[in-house]
T-cell receptor, first 112, second 118 residues
Framework: SQQGEEDPQALSIQEGENATMNCSYK?????LQWYRQNSGRGLVHLIL?????REKHSGRLRVTLDTSKKSSSLLITASRAADTASYFC????????????FGQGTRLTINP | DTEVTQTPKHLVMGMTNKKSLKCEQH?????MYWYKQKAKKPPELMFV???????INESVPSRFSPECPNSSLLNLHLHALQPEDSALYLC?????????????????FGDGTRLSIL
């Protein structure tokens, strides 16, 4: 089942610029997570935001969550070539359990 | 380097073959997961093991047979696969499937096995 929609599907920016990706979901959640996937690799967990949190920071990452709109955004500041990857949001679809459903993902390309 | 190790990295098999994918983690995690990922798509959950017991089977065809021999190992046995089963198969683990102690539980992924069915 598809829980998350991500926007845009693809994003290409210059190194040093900020990148913003958005995620919308359909059901109530406990938390929302963002993962990164480099080409040909597995997913790497970036950040988790709980449903009672509105904003969270980790290094160059800033995540916001608006539960009233069922949406989240991931901002990467001062982008680097190494940030080139696909980014997925994931939501827990069973209360109190780690069953995650992933959004469609945003393919981010950072041009040097 | 990932903390979840998957072997083999690549696998090519015919539709009549039997093969197995292996996954190993030594983080003491008690939940392990199999996902299937097609190109340019998100991972889709197949199976979840919690404390070595199958907790979730997402209506996966019986040609895929999971096994969890112990808390560190997860296998996926493959038999009579179809060409549409060609995909990247990802294994993941987390501290627990049920958020008994904490809801702050990221999943740790291996780099996957890229499977091609001829």
């Amino acid at each position: 089942s598809q829980q998350g929609e991500e926007d845009p599907q693809a994003l290409s920016i210059q190194e040093g610029e900020n990148a913003t990706m958005n995620c919308s979901y359909k059901t109530s959640i406990n938390n929302l997570q963002w993962y990164r996937q480099n080409s040909g690799r597995g997913l790497v967990h970036l950040i988790l935001i709980r449903s009672n949190e509105r904003e969270k920071h980790s290094g160059r990452l800033r995540v916001t969550l608006d539960t009233s709109k069922k949406s989240s955004s991931l901002l990467i500041t001062a982008s680097r070539a190494a940030d080139t990857a696909s980014y997925f949001c994931a939501t827990d679809v069973i209360q109190g359990a780690q069953k995650l459903v992933f959004g469609q993902g945003t393919r981010l390309t950072i041009n040097p | 380097d990932t903390e979840v190790t998957q072997t083999p990295k690549h696998l090519v098999m015919g539709m009549t073959n039997k093969k197995s994918l292996k996954c190993e983690q030594h983080m003491g995690h008690r939940a392990m997961y199999w996902y299937k990922q097609k190109a340019k798509k998100p991972p889709e959950l197949m199976f979840v093991y919690s404390y070595e017991k199958l907790s979730i089977n997402e209506s996966v065809p019986s040609r895929f047979s999971p096994e969890c021999p112990n808390s560190s190992l997860l296998n996926l046995h493959l038999h009579a696969l179809q060409p549409e089963d060609s995909a990247l198969y990802l294994c993941a683990s987390s501290q627990d499937f049920w958020n008994r102690k904490s809801s702050n539980q990221p999943q740790h992924f291996g780099d996957g096995t890229r499977l091609s069915i001829l």
